[in-house]
């Protein structure tokens, strides 16, 4: 009698303990920065510290540095990539990029709004476009946007790059998209991540990764990006 007895103690401490132990820690967003000036590649680095959900696991101060690295650390989630930088271009490494880590999203981070960088960053597969000018918390913001599946881009740029593709959209073509998938073809083009477009909708996330997949298969796109400029440039909305 003593001896079950005990055992029941030693169960219940045991379960207990389980439920004492502190939740694990989730997973934090890692993000690259490839920017060559260094007073602001340091406070951007500084500011990504005192954020709890995300650490910077590489600061590089030229592409060739990053695309190194690429094989020798853990992967990025996101670069943040300037696109005047030292030897090889940003926008020349956003498809080395691409190519070699296609599981990181790139946001170009630059000084410079003009329409034909811009166009050539969407086209290489940028997920998301800001200026320096932006507010640290608006940075912070952008990172966790782009990670959970949002293309973050300030206002100005979202605006030029409508305008860009309105310039250079040709008769529009035919697609069959349902009702369904044009409303959330529509809430991609205004950067809402998946998770925030089936709350919009009110469906699940499984239903809106369905309506995606079938969308890039009848826009005969591959991602989010991709789709996004093809709506823009058919003028879809």
């Known amino acids: 009698m003593g001896m079950k007895g005990g055992r ?58 990053a695309i190194e690295a690429i094989p020798k650390r853990d992967p990025p989630d996101v670069i943040l990539l300037d696109v005047n930088l030292p030897g090889m271009s940003g926008l020349d490494a956003l498809k080395v ?17 003009d329409q034909e960088k811009i166009y050539q960053s969407v086209s290489a597969g940028a997920s998301g476009y800001l200026l320096k000018t932006a507010t640290p918390d608006s940075i912070l913001g952008s990172i966790r946007d782009v990670h959970a599946g949002g293309a973050p ?62 969308i890039y298969a009848k826009l005969h796109v591959h991602n989010r990006s991709e789709a996004v400029a093809r709506a823009l440039r058919d003028r879809m909305f």
């Open 97 to 113: 990029f691409k190519s070699h880590a296609p599981q990181a999203a790139v946001v170009i981070l630059t000084m410079f709004d």
């Open 8 to 65: 029941m103690h030693t169960a219940a401490m045991k379960s207990s303990d389980k439920s004492q132990r502190p939740p694990r820690e989730k997973e934090k967003i890692r993000v690259w920065l490839v920017e060559d000036n260094r007073t602001f590649r340091q406070a951007l680095a500084r500011v990504m510290a005192r954020a709890t959900d995300m650490e910077c696991t590489g600061s590089f101060t030229s592409s060739e540095d």
């Open 153 to 214: 881009m300030n206002p100005k740029v979202a605006r030029a790059v409508m305008d860009m593709f309105a310039k250079m959209a040709g008769p529009r073509e035919e697609n069959n998209l349902t009702d369904r998938e044009r409303d959330v073809l529509k809430l991609m083009t205004e950067g809402l991540a998946t998770k925030q477009i089936a709350s919009r909708l009110e469906l699940s996330y499984h239903t809106i990764d369905t309506h995606l997949r079938n």
